[in-house]
């Protein structure tokens, strides 16, 4: 086929199925309901039956009845009933289909239309993409997956939403809470008293936790995880841009089986340590927990895998360990201009895909041995103006390495220095440095 005859050639769509759509809503308003969730105005090719569509929307909105003649009274009272066809069009739609029984086949075909002719429009742009001299190839493959990724979840990018809309969106949000019951609104962490103060990790929100090295942030973000994937089955991705997956694992095992890590890394097991260590490990086979390892990874491959995460494995929270390895792919522009780079995009991120993601972040050396502050975070700015919620890791450096090493448990403090839809404040709990992990004082009584 040459060139000419695919610019020549008419975009995907169904005429009798939009006709057919229409004329069973008409025939039957409740017919509505069913196809409603899936369906929008943008998704018919004609656009005189997107403004009929739209019309119908806004009559059932007003909860006023749907039918030929009020159909007709709307669209002129909006100035749109010549741009949809006349009255001798509307009328004809009821002609066009015998019953409303298979409104939803005919809604899905023109869904499915909707579907290629935007697949086709962002191909091309992709294509355009590619053409350009001086185009980076990865950012034009990241940005290619970020379109497909958007029209397989059925987004709009740019969109907007009435008031209305999302009012109604908000209060059954919150009717389903109200049934429910449930304790938190968000992801819990397994630290009770953070949960209470945060309702756990809430979607689409940007979390950071920051400490200084040796404090515990891996420890901290391995032991929320563990919680998340291995106790509540939530799917859970964790980038580990420090730590090889292997290392990662023996962590996980030490603290799920109460084993010690210096046990586990040297081979020095007691027979009886092999049931709680095959507990463990089967515990961490079936849960939902995927990581990726790679060492230096750039930017964009961060948000290709958690998009692809997200779409394929259905994954609910991110961990990222942490910010400052990951590398942008603009390296000739200043370290802070990076790092804000990199800030904003993991907002994004979480706004994009609609969970919640965790970095964690190193603090500045002259915080060491005080209570750090939003001020305190390393290298930019930007990190906390982006973050919904901050959270440091904290505890009294004037003990020795060896001290804590050989404690049972060192308290530490969990500040939470900011959070944009609620309160801040302060939640101890305890480092069991033998098993490398982090628990609740309040739960365990320690």
Excluded: C
């Amino acid at each position: 086929m040459s060139d000419g005859s695919l610019r020549d050639k008419v975009p995907p769509h169904n005429a009798e199925a939009e006709r057919a759509t229409l004329g069973a809503i008409l025939l039957d308003p409740d017919a509505l309901g069913r196809v409603l969730g899936f369906l929008r105005a943008e998704d018919f090719y004609r656009s005189a039956n997107g403004r009929i569509y739209r019309a119908i929307i806004a009559l059932w909105e007003r909860n006023e009845a749907i039918d030929l003649i009020t159909l007709t009274d709307a669209l002129k009272g909006t100035g749109d009933l010549d741009l949809a066809g006349g009255p001798a069009y509307v009328s004809s739609l009821t002609s066009s289909v015998p019953t409303s029984a298979n409104v939803e086949y005919y809604a899905r075909i023109v869904r499915e239309t909707s579907v290629r002719r935007q697949l086709l429009k962002a191909a091309n742009e992709i294509i355009a993409e590619a053409m350009q001299e001086g185009a980076q190839s990865r950012e034009v493959v990241e940005e290619a997956e970020r379109r497909i990724f958007e029209i397989s979840e059925g987004e709009q990018t740019g969109g907007y939403k009435q008031a209305r809309e999302i009012v109604k969106q908000t209060v059954e949000a919150i009717e389903k809470l109200y049934r429910t019951r449930e304790d938190y609104t968000g992801i819990p962490s397994g630290f009770p008293a953070l949960d209470k103060m945060l309702s756990g990790f809430q979607d689409s929100e940007f979390i950071v936790i920051g400490a200084r090295p040796s404090v515990g942030k891996t420890a901290l973000a391995l032991t929320m995880a563990g919680n998340i994937a291995i106790h509540r089955k939530v799917p859970t991705g964790f980038f580990s841009l420090e730590m090889s997956d292997m290392a990662i694992m023996q962590r996980l095992i030490a603290s799920e089986a109460r084993i010690g890590s210096q046990k586990i890394r040297t081979g020095m097991l007691r027979p009886a340590d092999f049931k709680n260590l095959t507990d463990a490990a089967g515990a961490i086979y079936d849960a939902p927990l995927w990581i990726s390892d790679t060492p230096g990874m750039r930017l964009l491959d961060l948000r290709a895998q958690a998009r692809r995460m997200r779409s394929q494995l259905g994954i609910r929270i991110v961990f990222v360990d942490y910010i400052s390895l990951i590398n942008n792919d603009h390296a000739d522009i200043p370290r802070h201009e990076q790092i804000a780079e990199i800030s904003r995009s993991l907002k994004g991120l979480a706004r994009e895909l609609g969970i919640p993601v965790v970095a964690l972040s190193q603090v500045t050396r002259d915080v060491e041995g005080k209570r750090p502050t939003l001020a305190s975070i390393r290298e930019s700015g930007s990190i906390e103006q982006d973050a919904d919620v901050v959270i440091f890791l904290h505890r009294n450096r004037g003990e020795s390495s060896e001290d804590i090493e050989h404690a049972n448990n060192v308290e530490t403090e969990l500040i939470v220095a900011k959070q944009r839809n609620g309160p801040v404040g302060t939640v101890r709990i305890a480092f069991v440095p033998k098993y490398t992990r982090f628990e609740s004082l309040e739960e365990d009584g320690l």
